[in-house]
């Protein structure tokens, strides 16, 4: 029968063997994945709320988004026009970014399909093709906008406001990135994505 010193030396052993391959993986996880991947980790491995993609946690999103606000007033007192602490800011800014991947998972989304579809959407911004710039000069003739073409690294076209204007009630300040005709919003590939979850959580 084991005394209690020799139990103790072997739970001691045991812990250390776990915490060495604790460290393995972690060092290997780390590696592999990306930082958006990491933080959902992060929240699953200290044991918060998750539920399948395509259902809402409402109850815990609430906290979580209230999370958010805290780290983006955070941010706002770090951020000072005349006087920026930028390690500090960025520490701030990465905490929003953090806080605000996890409240998308408790809506039921892959964060990275979400910022996938909001960058589709930004994208679609741009024209990559004669046809597609010609449709936004039209286009934009027809609101009565004044726009400026600018060219991009990526050999894309973007169209910005070419003045401070009001058109229709609404201000286009000078240099305004803005939208052609073949824009879409990131609202609609949502829904769609949406809809796909559910019709996979119901098949």
């Known amino acids: 029968m084991l005394t209690v010193v020799e139990k103790k030396t072997i739970e001691k052993g045991k812990i250390m063997h776990m915490t060495e391959k604790a460290e393995i993986a972690h060092q290997f996880n780390q590696s592999e994945l990306t930082g958006m991947t990491r933080v959902t980790q992060w929240n699953v491995d200290c044991g918060n709320p998750r539920k399948p993609l395509g259902e809402a946690d409402h109850r815990n999103v609430r906290h979580q988004m209230g999370l958010v606000a805290e780290e983006f007033s955070e941010a706002a007192v770090e951020i000072d026009a005349f006087n ?5 800011a960025a520490k701030e800014l990465g905490d929003i970014l953090f806080t605000s ?4 998972r408790r809506l039921g989304y892959d964060p990275n399909v979400i ?6 959407s930004n ?13 936004a000069l039209n286009d934009f003739a027809h609101q009565g906008l ?17 003045k401070n204007q ?5 201000f286009y300040p000078e ?26 959580s119901h098949g």
């Open 146 to 162: 004044e726009v400026t073409p600018r060219g991009t690294d990526s050999g894309l076209i973007v169209f910005v406001s070419t």
């Open 115 to 120: 910022l996938n579809l909001v960058c589709d």
């Open 101 to 104: 991947i996890e409240a998308i």
């Open 84 to 88: 920026i602490d930028k390690v500090k």
């Open 123 to 135: 994208d679609s911004k741009f024209c990559s093709s004669n046809e597609e710039v010609r449709k």
């Open 166 to 170: 009001t058109v229709k009630e609404k």
């Open 175 to 200: 240099g305004k990135i803005l939208k052609p005709a073949g824009y879409f919003k990131a609202e609609q590939a949502i829904t769609e994505y949406d809809q796909e979850l559910q019709g996979a």
